[in-house]
């Protein structure tokens, strides 16, 4: 309803002066701040993107505010998502968006819905929200969610973060370009870090979740300068700004229908050759290495192929330090080969066993054969010693 019956709005005496300092905006005015209360929001995903501009629109005085996550709250989340709280870890992310929405704006009425967006039910969910927004971390929900704003003819304001590095657009309005303009090709899974791997700077969302949240606004009051044919993108750590055009691309292929998003990222070929591949190698267990390490035996070599900063965090007796990039490059292969000499065998760990497994499969080709550990540092936390760090 970006083009509202204003007549039939109304704004109570708590209103006027909750949203004063809207009003005597002249690009807001009284008028703006009706199309605000009128308007319904959808967000995808209540993380890092989505804590701060589910905050500031419900502080705004948005009427309507839908929520998709299934997800709970966990201690990690809590550097960075700022909507939720120590006391809600373990709880469902939605409820308790909800409870701080609430308490921010009274007057809102929240739309939960905890599931995970997919194809078949995409376009029920989206269809009663003026907009769309942006707020997940992964390509086959980011397809998704363009594809049914395009169908659905909604904009899509859109997010992403990595590191010290965000990005940030308006995708589908006013017959400006949609995300498939951007990234007409998802890239091959695995080649683009997580943040559970890579890191994110806690406040980073802040500031694209609150750009996100800007946009959100400027749409509803029909501004006519909004990030639709720009991607804006920032950088915190050297704290600038610039911005790339956008364009619709005219022989781009056109969406008839919301498709499986796993196989078109390709996500199903990847995992059934990572399970082929993890297959071939040799596992163990953190008990079993737990086992060996409390043994006289020294015939084996164990190593950490995760980053120097997380060795610092936490790390296994007795294990050495060989990031994964250092084997990517070689040079690690050469430490391993050096290290090597005289022992029987080599056994690798990372946080979870997916960078210990690729690591193992590269030295692999080398002639060098390995064991991994299944689970990493973390199972061994949970398994063997609960006084080393999660994180």
Not at 167 to 177: I, K, L, S
Not at 315 to 334: Q, R
């Given at each position: 309803m970006l083009n509202p019956n204003l007549e039939a709005i109304e704004l109570n005496k708590d209103e006027y002066e909750r949203y004063a300092r809207h009003i005597i905006l002249p690009e807001v005015g009284l008028e703006g701040q009706k199309r605000i209360k009128a308007a319904s929001v959808l967000c995808i995903g209540t993380g890092g993107l989505g804590s701060p501009l589910i905050l500031y629109l419900a502080a705004s005085g948005i009427g309507r505010i839908g929520i998709v996550d299934f997800d709970i709250v966990d201690t990690s989340n809590l550097q960075r998502q700022i909507i939720h709280g120590t006391s809600w870890v373990g709880k469902p992310k939605i409820e308790s968006a909800k409870y701080r929405i609430l308490e921010i704006n009274p007057s809102c009425q929240v739309d939960l819905y905890e599931t995970r967006l997919s194809s078949e039910n995409a376009l029920d969910i989206i269809a009663p929200y003026d907009i769309v927004i942006d707020g997940t971390d992964n390509f086959p929900t980011r397809y998704l969610v363009n594809d049914a704003c395009v169908l659905s003819n909604k904009p899509n304001?859109?997010?992403?973060?990595?590191?010290?590095?965000?990005?940030?657009?308006?995708?589908?309005?006013?017959?400006?370009?949609?995300?498939?303009?951007?990234?007409?090709?998802?890239?091959?899974?695995?080649?683009?870090?997580?943040?559970?791997?890579?890191?994110v700077l806690g406040v980073l969302p802040g500031i694209i979740?609150?750009?996100q949240a800007t946009e959100t606004i400027k749409i509803i009051l029909g501004a006519k300068n909004t990030l639709s044919g720009r991607l804006l993108l920032f950088n915190a750590w050297e704290m600038k700004f610039r911005e790339l055009k956008l364009r619709p691309n005219p022989i781009r292929p056109i969406i008839e229908k919301l498709v499986d998003y796993e196989q078109f990222c390709?996500?199903?070929?990847?995992?059934?050759?990572?399970?082929?591949?993890?297959?071939?190698?040799?596992?163990?267990?953190?008990?079993?290495?737990?086992?060996?390490?409390?043994?006289?035996?020294d015939d084996y070599i164990l190593i950490d192929v995760r980053n120097p900063n997380e060795y610092q965090i936490a790390?296994?007796?007795?294990?050495?330090?060989?990031?994964?990039?250092?084997?990517?490059?070689?040079?690690?292969?050469?430490k391993v080969k050096e290290l090597l000499q005289g022992k029987s065998r080599l056994i690798a760990h990372c946080k979870l066993g997916g960078r210990s497994a690729k690591a193992l499969q590269i030295l692999k080709q080398s002639g060098i054969e390995g064991i991994n550990v299944k689970g990493g540092i973390a199972a061994w936390s949970k398994e063997v010693?609960?006084?080393v760090p999660e994180y």
């Open positions: 304001v859109y997010g992403s973060i990595f590191r010290f590095e965000g990005q940030a657009t308006v995708f589908n309005y006013e017959g400006g370009p949609n995300y498939r303009d951007l990234y007409p090709e998802p890239p091959p899974p695995g080649m683009v870090p997580s943040c559970a791997e890579g890191g979740g609150t750009i390709g996500i199903p070929q990847a995992q059934a050759q990572a399970a082929k591949s993890e297959s071939e190698l040799q596992e163990m267990t953190v008990t079993e290495l737990k086992t060996l390490l409390d043994s006289d035996a790390k296994i007796p007795d294990s050495v330090l060989i990031p994964l990039p250092d084997i990517e490059d070689g040079d690690g292969v050469a010693d609960s006084s």
